[in-house]
């Protein structure tokens, strides 16, 4: 099955008997999406249109487009009308996270169940869900100890590594992945024991390699170019709040509660993207984990045209002003062209920041 949004609830796909696997367009042209949609709309999504009418979903059962945006609505209107061979199921998604939308959003949660369980041929069960539940919680738990080691010692987990731990771990069955995640963090550790360089690094502001540590924000849904120019600039990443990176595992579902109940709280009650009211909240927890890490900047990546989030960096600009810690706006399009313009622009952050 494929997805798009990190707001979809992977566990009911997973209960079903599918492996929900993120959609990552290679890099192509766009030239028939640039037939279908206007050229003001959001890169990433051009290119799984493109996809779509090109006829390469016909690796995947079933399509999910979550409501994360307008762009979002639209790309599900023409995949509908100009695609054929692939099952499409639209989840909508509440803006609040109250009780009155996890009621809404648990509906359809329902809907999404009869949906998959008309493909697959049988029930979405209350143990299946409940398995899957416990799945993802240590997926959850795993990526979060990566992330822990990442941000105590950034020159041991490097943004090339993280990109990768990430995108295995969007593309494959979480049966497969879990016990590769814990074999690297394995690894990770036991690098970091035979390092005298690493286990005297103790979190000051800069890295074992005399970098200064970064934290990256933003909507950039693949970001290892980006993330590795700026280590490349002399920064050490630290730490993000990406859609599949730092928000994807924050926060598990309660497995005592009525699964699809507590899927919808879950997902709702997550560290939220633009797209929700409680945006803010976002805002928090990101000075929190910046603080917590030492960074001593935030870079802050945004695709073109994406409403939600170009409008969220003036309002976090003013927040981290107050503060004293100082930030650099990165947007782009899904591919980056002109990385040297790019790397300049970092070179001067980096060098600027104390």
């Known amino acids: 099955m494929g997805f798009l949004c990190p707001y979809t609830v992977e566990e009911i796909v997973h209960a079903a008997g599918f492996v929900p696997v993120r959609i990552s367009p290679l890099r192509s042209s766009r030239e028939l999406a640039d037939a279908y949609l206007p050229a003001n709309f959001c890169p990433y999504l051009r290119h799984v249109v493109d996809l779509g009418v090109r006829g390469a979903f016909s690796e995947y059962r079933s399509v999910v487009v979550a409501h994360s945006c307008d762009g979002a609505r639209r790309v599900i209107d023409v995949l509908r009308e100009y695609t054929s061979g692939v099952d499409l199921f639209f989840l909508d998604l509440p803006k609040r996270a109250d009780e009155s939308a996890v009621s809404y959003f648990r509906g359809q949660l329902v809907r999404m169940a009869r949906f998959f369980e008309e493909l697959s041929g049988k029930p979405v069960s209350e143990k299946d869900l409940r398995s899957a539940i416990d799945l993802y919680n240590e997926n959850r738990r795993l990526l979060e100890r990566i992330y822990t080691l990442r941000e105590s010692s950034p020159s041991m987990v490097s943004s090339e590594t993280m990109a990768r731990v990430l995108e ?187």
């Open 168 to 354: 295995i771990n969007m593309v494959n069955s979480k049966e497969r992945t879990n016990p590769l995640l814990e074999r690297t963090i394995e690894e990770f550790e036991s690098s970091a024991m035979s390092s005298s360089d690493e286990t005297s690094e103790d979190v000051s502001s800069e890295d074992s390699q005399g970098r200064k540590r970064v934290f990256v924000s933003g909507n950039l849904l693949d970001y290892g170019s980006f993330l590795s120019e700026i280590e490349r600039a002399g920064g050490a990443v630290v730490g993000d709040d990406f859609c599949f990176g730092g928000r994807y595992y924050r926060g598990e579902v309660d497995p005592g509660e009525d699964p699809l109940q507590a899927l919808a709280r879950r997902y709702l009650s997550r560290v939220p993207c633009g797209r929700m009211e409680h945006y803010k909240d976002r805002f928090d927890r990101l000075i929190e984990r910046v603080n917590l890490s030492k960074a001593r900047g935030v870079v802050y990546l945004g695709l073109k045209f994406c409403d939600n989030f170009l409008t969220d960096y003036p309002i976090l600009k003013v927040r981290l002003d107050g503060i004293g810690i100082p930030s650099l706006f990165l947007e782009s399009e899904y591919f980056p062209a002109g990385t040297g313009q790019l790397r300049t622009r970092i070179e001067a952050f980096i060098e600027m920041i104390d």
